[in-house]
T-cell receptor, first 111, second 117 residues
């Protein structure tokens, strides 16, 4: 089957700290992988994506690399800001165009 | 482009009543998705349309749930004989089908929060 497992939160970091949010997946075929972000009071927004193995998605200083050998798509950012405080969701899209989301990881960045 | 809109934003109903939600996708998007999200969980896929055709339905979508997209534009999700377990946020998203059959970025609406008393 298809599923996504991501690191449980909540995560609290100081401004300028390094961020990693782990995400692993189980899928049949060759899925595409996504990170979505939900800022307080707002809807889900795409943060970055990767459509094939070894692709690196990047946006707003965040990066994630599609690792087929470890079935992972960990989200990283070198220096977080208070404005990065949000809930982050890892997701996969299977070949049937169905999306599967992780449970979300809440990040709070304190000044 | 005003984004994906959903109506209503909130709905409170009594157990056993029927409810209907509407989603208006981004105008040039031919794919439309429905999800359900409960507190502390990620969105769970319910169903998706390409134009007016309903192509996939999750096992989560019981017989009490039905979705339509009659003219390939807006969509409705109806829940009959609501139960307390139906209380959740119902999200709609839309995207374009890319040449070659792939799917472009999904854009999500703000959701409809359903509370069943």
């Amino acid at each position: 089957g298809n599923s996504v497992t991501q690191m449980e939160g909540p995560v609290t970091l100081s401004e300028e700290a390094f961020l990693t949010i782990n995400c692993t997946y189980t899928a049949t075929g060759y899925p595409s992988l996504f990170w979505y972000v939900q800022y307080p009071g707002e809807g889900l927004q795409l943060l970055l994506k990767a459509t094939k193995a070894d692709d690196k998605g990047s946006n707003k200083g965040f990066e994630a690399t599609y690792r087929k050998e470890t079935t992972s798509f960990h989200l990283e950012k070198g220096s977080v800001q208070v404005s990065d405080s949000a809930v982050y969701f890892c997701a996969l899209r299977n070949t049937g165009n169905q999306f599967y989301f992780g449970t979300g990881t809440s990040l709070t960045v304190i000044p | 482009d005003t984004g994906v809109s959903q109506d209503p934003r909130h709905k409170i109903t009594k157990r056993g009543q029927n409810v209907t939600f509407r989603c208006d996708p981004i105008s040039e998007h031919n794919r439309l998705y429905w999800y359900r999200q409960t507190l502390g969980q990620g969105p769970e896929f319910l169903t998706y349309f390409q134009n007016e055709a309903q192509l996939e339905k999750s096992r989560l979508l019981s017989d009490r749930f039905s979705a339509e997209r009659p003219k390939g534009s807006f969509s409705t999700l109806e829940i009959q004989r609501t139960e307390q377990g139906d209380s959740a946020m119902y999200l709609c998203a839309s995207s374009r089908r890319l040449a070659g059959g792939g799917t472009d970025t999904q854009y999500f609406g703000p959701g409809t929060r359903l509370t069943v008393l």
